[in-house]
């Protein structure tokens, strides 16, 4: 995902983007042969296993907190307030005296197709698709806000820092959908995959914020700190929203006993 948002700048002649692009693979490859790697030396014995089982209870019990994304009343108010930012970033980039460039005129568009093609490709569901792309353009808007407050520019809509916020929005989707399809409706699906991948998703935020801090993008730490509670809340209750106003249909096989 993060490397087809990338390849859009490179249409811009940005040489700055095929950096970005190799330290994006570079930092794929090194997850895939690191991580499994490191992990062959720490002991996983049945003292390991009774703290892990302690830990998930004890997260189960703060991931109720996050059960109401599930509920259609919930889904409609949050997503309602999603589209409200969305559109106060949108002018607020205006109001701060920033102009939009004039590749967002075509280059917002393209981020929401190639976004939408990657993230249906991964997910195999529309509503999702759906819940996704309003996910990131409410990300990419964030952005283009912060920076007119704190610069005066507006932001390329398809920046590096855009596609990294928008991970766990996509994380969410795909767990979520996975789980759909092995048979679990969609509230079970979406409380399955917060479950799955809350930890996950906290730790990506830290690193991303810490990374981003650390170079000195104050916008992007800024963002990629948005992106957490877009995942974990904005993007289930928009699931939750869609499922409800589009059901999907079921046929009479479904309901025959067998």
Do not use: H
């Amino acid at each position: 995902m993060v490397c087809t948002i990338d390849a859009l700048a490179l249409v811009t002649s940005d040489r700055k983007a095929v950096w970005m692009t190799a330290s994006t693979v570079a930092a794929a490859a090194s997850a895939i042969v690191l991580v499994p790697f490191i992990g062959r030396y720490f002991p996983y014995d049945e003292e390991f296993i009774v703290r892990a089982n302690r830990l998930r209870e004890r997260r189960e019990r703060w991931l109720d907190f996050l059960t109401f994304v599930v509920q259609p009343r919930w889904g409609w108010s949050v997503g309602g307030i999603a589209i409200i930012f969305a559109v106060l970033a949108y002018f607020g980039v205006g109001s701060a005296g920033a102009t939009w460039p004039v590749r967002s005129l075509w280059g917002l568009p393209a981020l929401l197709a190639v976004s939408g093609l990657v993230a249906f490709a991964a997910t195999r569901d529309l509503r999702r698709t759906i819940g996704f792309l309003i996910s990131a353009t409410l990300l990419a808007l964030t952005e283009s806000w912060f920076l007119a407050i704190l610069s005066g520019l507006a932001a390329e809509p398809y920046s590096q820092s855009v596609a990294i916020a928008t991970m766990p929005c996509l994380l969410i989707a795909v767990q979520s959908s996975k789980f759909s399809r092995d048979g679990d409706n969609a509230a079970v699906a979406t409380l399955r995959s917060l479950e799955q991948q809350t930890v996950a998703i906290l730790f990506f935020s830290a690193g991303a914020f810490a990374c981003f801090l650390a170079t000195g993008d104050f916008v992007a730490s800024a963002l990629v700190l948005c992106g957490m509670p877009v995942a974990l809340i904005v993007m289930p209750a928009l699931t939750t929203a869609i499922y409800d106003l589009a059901p999907p249909r079921v046929s009479m096989d479904a309901y025959r006993i067998r």
